[in-house]
């Protein structure tokens, strides 16, 4: 239902902000505007919301500067661009650089309506798929904190590992459990988000063969998308990957791109 969405809009032209949320409410989504990057920023201080309508033409902060700030804080959060002919070239930067698509001005109730809602039924299976991967992992979380209270003797209890080899990745370094849905390096545990954990399983099990983009995104999240989507989406979970593996982010040793491809892991 509409009803559940959350749509965020960002422009500073009060008409068009206005006009935009109306034609969305009448739709059954929950709006909220924005009239800067400022307010914009508060709001989404407070969480993500399903869908974001960004306007490239603002005053102070304009559009282009405030989506990677977006990207970086909610990846997954699609952002539909809103521009005039004039700026329409920067409309297509800012689809480089992740924005999911945008809509030219003065808005067109009926494409407006038809794009949310394509957009939003794409996020669905996803959204829903992340919020199960999140429920089982505090089941696990939680399950292991009762076996240990259950164990008397460590040094006479199978580990989990043990018991079921086929639950454990391992190349080089890495070391995934992928029932717990924890990670080693070098044996030390490395806190992933559960996404970048998904991407980590795909690029261990290709390895060392390249991972195109489109795969990554279809094995670590479940659905397919464009090219140019798919290799948006997987830039900023390789860069989250690097920053907990490598220790040099900009020159990696180990998760290295392949130009026009995607990327590799190498051990």
Do not use: C
Not at 211 to 240: C, D, F, N
């Amino acid at each position: 239902m509409a009803s559940a969405y959350t749509i965020l809009i960002i422009d500073d032209e009060t008409n068009l902000r206005r006009s935009l949320a109306m034609i969305l409410q009448r739709a059954g989504y929950s709006v909220t505007t924005a009239e800067s990057a400022q307010q914009a920023n508060q709001y989404l201080e407070a969480g993500a919301f399903d869908l974001v309508f960004l306007d490239l033409k603002m005053p102070e902060v304009n559009g282009l500067d405030l989506l990677p700030s977006i990207r970086q804080r909610y990846p997954e959060m699609p952002v539909l661009i809103l521009t005039a002919h004039a700026t329409l070239e920067s409309a297509i930067e800012a689809v480089r650089r992740g924005a999911r698509d945008y809509l030219l001005k003065p808005i067109n109730p009926e494409i407006i309506l038809t794009r949310a809602q394509q957009i939003l039924s794409e996020q669905q299976q996803p959204k829903r798929r992340r919020e199960i991967v999140g429920e089982i992992q505090n089941l696990l979380a939680e399950l292991n904190m009762v076996d240990k209270s259950d164990q008397t003797d460590p040094d006479t209890q199978p580990t989990a590992q043990s018991q079921d080899p086929a639950r454990v990745l391992r190349r080089g370094p890495f070391t995934l459990d992928l029932h717990a849905r924890y990670s080693t390096f070098n044996d030390k545990v490395v806190t992933l988000s559960p996404t970048a954990f998904d991407y980590l399983v795909t690029l261990v099990r290709h390895s060392p063969n390249p991972v195109s983009y489109e795969t990554l995104v279809v094995e670590s999240q479940g659905y397919k998308t464009t090219p140019v989507e798919a290799r948006e989406m997987a830039r900023w979970r390789i860069h989250e990957l690097r920053k907990a593996f490598e220790s040099d982010t900009r020159n990696p040793s180990y998760i290295i791109t392949v130009r026009d491809v995607g990327y590799r892991l190498v051990t």
